[in-house]
């Protein structure tokens, strides 16, 4: 049995090339973030942003505390 598209179907189609040098680019600057140690400033920023949030949830919770006693 042979499947047979119709004209309007969508079929998903890789453009490897286009990925290969996607990924390629993003390789070279992750190497190259981690060289010059710009990749753990941007690890750092990401630490303190969650940080700022476990913080402000920690201050609401308190805050409720407070307002149930």
């Known amino acids: 049995m ?3 598209f119709e004209k309007d179907s969508v ?3 890789v453009r490897w ?3 290969l040098a996607k ?3 993003w390789a070279s600057a992750e190497i190259l973030l981690n060289v010059v ?3 753990t400033v941007a690890d750092y920023t ?4 969650q940080h700022n ?3 402000t ?12 006693i």
């Open 2 to 4: 042979q499947y047979k």
């Open 11 to 13: 079929r998903p189609r």
């Open 17 to 19: 090339g286009k990925l």
């Open 23 to 25: 990924t390629a680019v």
């Open 37 to 39: 140690g710009l990749d």
């Open 46 to 49: 990401e630490f303190l942003t």
């Open 53 to 55: 949030q476990v913080v």
């Open 57 to 68: 949830q920690a201050t609401e919770a308190f805050s409720n505390l407070i307002t149930s």
